[in-house]
């Protein structure tokens, strides 16, 4: 991590803090989205680039997330929303376990890949039938909560309150995986991805490592589902498809995977770019393709990568050695 | 109850035929590339649109539907050399994840594009008259369906003659197989690979000249087919063209028994037989000897 990456995210940490004085209400919104989709990045490449797993069915678990949260709020059950939160959490967890113990043991690589993806698309198939869950139309008109956390109140039906509580609960959970990450869990995964055999005779349970890291990657991904009911006010199940699945691995890959920072980069980009072509259809995916195929060609470590190689180019010293 | 199960059967067996069709060119593209080319529904629907763009709402005659379907294969296998020549021949140092986001770059890019090219709107295409009646044999049996698996078949007998008879298919095979080694022996690799490349989107124009007559034409037609595409191709073993076969019928029948049987679940038996069968089998029905 170099100091223009470096000041970069401490840039964009400043606009999303300040984002509801500095643009109107409509880009605030997108704000708080792109937040939520941060939290849902980064869980993703925590399996990605820290376990080496490649999960193609990743939405099944925000949807998990978010249905729940959905049906709570919109049935008025009478619990407190963090716990509900925490609740979510624990599911997608289970989720996870359930399916890395089933899944895990038979396949890996693309099957691993592909079996997720069947599986998420499962859950589709299965939303559509529920009429609790809304069929197709998913969930509308979410009503927002307002938390009682004792000495004070967090009305979420209030613009600004919602989008500080919003932005407290994505940096939390951003801390804690980059804590995870950073931390004995994520060297163990990290050792996993880059030789699995090695890691094994150093005396590291490879296949339990897989299944904790599969785990703790549901949980943050229904974390992020729980935050977008609230926000966004309507779930429907184009949040658990496959193309939801495949955001956080664009994300991951603009800004570069082989960074904790690189999906925040990615979602950013991400956002500006089909925010600027919004009027334009058609124009958005055709500047959205043409960028991936972009970075793939010219700097296939991603934006922080290539920020990386500059600094390095620049600061003299020869290139190559290990990242 | 036995017409019905026949008629689903019949259905089937259409839909099995259009799934290989499209799963034809996509295990191809992963046999030489090694690399899931999400981009290959993208290029199906392209093929759609330039047949319709050819031969009209209803195309006048058999042979005129054909030809369009042919240059829909010529146009989209063209596009597949530009592909080629332009993106995925200068990914081959960078990891399979990165030719994957190359893939869905191309896949969105190409779905862009045909967006402001042709428009939002949705187009009822229909069969040339020749194929577009029924016969009653105890069951309709609709003369476009019988055309659909009669071009699965060909399609298939071509591919599988082509790769395992033909000198062409041979070197294509070495190619896969180990291309630092067809390489050593002389052969033309690059060459090679862009062929088969060609030959890969072309079978996707024509699978979309063919089947544009199936359902309405509009952007989503790609995503349709692709997913039933790809758990074929992953069913069958990556880069079988046979395994492909066997399964793009397996997922045919289990689609359309799927909506007899269980007529309140819609949609569930694909991915079910799916997980099952990969469960079963990871490495798939014939599984590729490089890996």
Known sequence: MNRAAQAALLLFLLLFLFAPFL???????????????????????????Y??????????????????????????????FVLLILVCAAFGALAALLVALVVLRRASGVQFAVLTLALSQLIVVLIGYSSLLGHDEGIAAIPRPAIDFGLFTVDMNQPLTSYYFVLAVCLLAVGLMWLLAKGHVGRAMRAVRIDAERAAFVGIDVWRVRVIAFTISGAFAAVAGAMLAPWSQIITPDYVNWLQSAQPLFAALLGGAGFFWGPVVGVIGLSGINYLTRT????????????????VLVAPQGILGALKQLARRRGGRTPGGHA | MTTLY??????GLVLGAAIFLVAAGLTLAFGIMKIFNFAHGAFFMIGAYVAYAVAGQEASSLPLFLAAAFIAALVVGAIGVVTDLAIF???????????????FGIMLFCTGAARIAFGQSVHAIYPPQAIGGFSEIGLPVSHYGLFIIAAGIVTFLALEIGLNRIWFGKLIFAVARDPWMADVVGLRVQRLKLASVAISFA???LAGGILVANQSLSLDLGHSYLLLAFCAVIVGGLGSIRGAFI????????????SVMLPTMPGIGSYALLIILVLIRPQGIYPELSQ
């Not at chain 1, 080496?52 to 925000?62: E, T």
């Not at chain 1, 334009?280 to 970075?295: M, N």
């Not at chain 2, 021949?89 to 893939?103: C, D, I, S």
């Open chain 2, 247 to 258: 399964a793009s019928v397996i997922f045919g029948l289990a689609e359309s028994l799927n």
């Open chain 1, 280 to 295: 334009f259809a058609g124009l958005s995916e055709v500047l959205v393709g043409a960028s991936l195929i972009l970075v």
């Open chain 2, 89 to 103: 021949r200068r990914l081959g140092n960078v990891p399979h994840e990165y030719t994957l986001m190359a893939a």
């Open chain 1, 51 to 80: 376990a080496g797993l490649i999960s193609f069915g990743h939405a099944a678990f925000f949807g998990i997330g978010a249905y729940i949260s959905a049906v709570a709020l919109r049935d008025g059950y009478e619990i407190h």
């Open chain 2, 6 to 11: 026949l008629y689903a059967i019949f259905n």
């Open chain 2, 203 to 205: 079978l996707a124009g």
């Open chain 1, 23 to 49: 643009v109107n209400p409509g880009l605030v919104f997108l704000a708080g989205f792109a937040m939520i989709q941060i939290v849902f990045a980064l869980s993703w490449n925590l399996l990605f680039s």
